[in-house]
């Protein structure tokens, strides 16, 4: 039960606080080129070759804050069951990669099935 807790704590604050810096951030800036798009998008207009000109640029911003925030949150409850601190931070070093690209790939596929990618 506590775990659960944990996470959904966890999940909220880090929503919130990434809402906060990113998505209100990116949103701000309207004029193309002034924007810096955040990293998520960078990372998916080269991987996925997202079209962000069809994109919904605050749905896409949306959908990373959650699932960045939900990437975050499993990896904190996971590594806190564990009580060495050096376990701790050897799973965070080995798990945050292939996590973060696991749950991108799932946005990439969602941005195909959407049709926000270039025709290539």
């Not at 929503?15 to 002034?34: C, G, L, P, R």
């Not at 696991?102 to 195909?112: A, D, E, L, P, R």
């Amino acid at each position: 039960m506590e775990e659960i807790i944990l996470f959904c704590l966890c999940y909220l604050f880090i929503f919130v606080v990434y809402q906060i810096f990113v998505v209100s951030k990116a949103k701000k800036k309207n004029d193309k080129k002034e924007r810096k798009d955040p990293v998520e998008i960078q990372f998916l207009v080269k991987r996925y070759h997202l079209d962000i000109k069809k994109a919904n640029y605050n749905q896409l911003l949306q959908i990373i804050a959650i699932v960045s925030s939900l990437d975050i949150s499993l990896l904190v409850t996971f590594v806190m069951l564990f009580d060495s601190l050096l376990i701790r931070i050897l799973l965070i070093v080995l798990f945050v990669i292939p996590v973060i690209l696991i749950s991108y790939h799932f946005v990439g596929n969602f941005c195909k099935k959407k049709g926000w990618i270039k025709n290539v």
